[in-house]
């Protein structure tokens, strides 16, 4: 990879990792703010699964569903077609109007950091 491209890989890094640190804060004690949580747990996926396609030099789509990015990142890695995402695409854009909204429990938020951090 060039210099170009380095620096591009690493702002993407750079944006997951405030997803990231989101998530690590929100359940630090007693988590209160679940779909918070959530919301960050499928940014920070799609996020690294757009991280892959790129770095294997494919093109990325400007999508938020991350049953699609598991299908185009297996594309090159047969690994992912093992990867359950539950229902982690719901809480990307979605559930974030009032109409759609869906308040996970504790248990679900915590669930889908783990799924996240896999």
Same mark, same amino acid.
């Given at each position: 990879?060039?210099? #170009?491209?380095?620096?591009? @890989? !690493?702002?993407?890094?750079? #944006?997951?990792?405030?997803?990231? @640190? ?24 799609? !996020?690294? @699964? #757009?991280?892959?396609? &790129? ?26 077609? /093992? &990867? ?5 695409? $719901? ?7 009032? $109409? ?8 679900? /938020?915590?669930?889908? !950091?783990? @799924?996240?951090? #896999?």
């Amino acid at each position: 990879m060039n210099e #170009k491209e380095n620096k591009y @890989l !690493k702002q993407w890094i750079n #944006k997951a990792n405030e997803d990231l @640190l989101t998530i690590n804060r929100l359940t630090e004690g007693e988590v209160i703010a679940v779909s918070s949580v959530c919301f960050h747990c499928q940014q920070l996926v799609e !996020k690294y @699964l #757009k991280l892959f396609l &790129i770095y294997n030099r494919q093109e990325i789509e400007r999508t938020h569903e991350i049953e699609f990015l598991l299908h185009e990142c297996s594309r090159v890695d047969k690994d992912f077609e /093992a &990867i359950d995402p539950k229902n982690l695409s $719901d809480f990307g854009v979605s559930v974030r109007y009032p $109409d759609d909204f869906y308040l996970p429990s504790v248990d679900e /938020a915590l669930e889908y !950091k783990e @799924l996240a951090l #896999k």
